[in-house]
């Protein structure tokens, strides 16, 4: 049983680890880059920013297979042009989406990019774009295959008890934050 929910779980903690990681990458922009000081980036109370693990996951079901298959033309190895691009569509598309699922249930989403070079209704941009392309290669060649490798040596067992645990953590957020809000 424990080896059928191996791939869900391995998918989960990738999500999670995402998550936190893109709630960080949003504070490091925050207070380092834009120099505005801190502000929580989530929505929820834990450092996590969902978008980011939806928008791995998709990426790792969709080009992860795909950036080890050589597309040559000649010589000339075209694939990871062809990542880069596929990179910079699936996740503006999240953005984009991401935007309108927050407007619908939090009446607004958490950034603007009006003013900014080929905007979209100050929902996505031409340079986040650009940002989230490079970022999402720097994930799906470097920080994926280093994290498959570390959950590699985990037994299925050991594997599914700690996508549960995370699990509870961050359902137990999710009600709380919901709770929180309603009352």
Excluded at 36 to 64: E, H, K, M, Q, V
Excluded at 152 to 176: G, N, Q, T, V, Y
Aim: net charge positive; aromatic share 16%; hydrophobic share 50%.
């Amino acid at each position: 049983m424990a080896r059928q929910l191996r791939r869900p779980a391995t998918l989960f903690i990738c999500f999670l680890l995402y998550s936190i990681l893109g709630w960080a990458y949003e504070v490091f922009l925050e207070v380092v880059v834009y120099r505005w000081g801190y502000s929580d980036r989530g929505i929820l109370f834990g450092p996590y920013c969902p978008i980011y693990g939806c928008g791995a996951l998709l990426l790792i079901t969709t080009l992860n297979n795909a950036r080890r298959r050589p597309l040559r033309l000649g010589r000339l190895n075209l694939r990871p042009l062809f990542i880069f691009a596929a990179i910079i569509l699936l996740t503006t598309a999240v953005e984009l989406a991401g935007s309108y699922i927050m407007e619908w249930l939090t009446g607004g989403w958490m950034w603007d990019y009006t003013g900014r070079f080929l905007n979209f209704q100050g929902r996505i941009c031409f340079d986040a774009s650009l940002r989230f392309g490079l970022g999402g290669m720097i994930f799906l060649y470097v920080l994926q295959p280093l994290f498959e490798r570390a959950l590699a040596p985990l037994s299925d067992r050991a594997l599914l008890i700690s996508a549960l645990l995370c699990e509870a953590i961050f359902d137990a957020d999710i009600i709380a934050t919901l709770l929180t809000r309603i009352f």
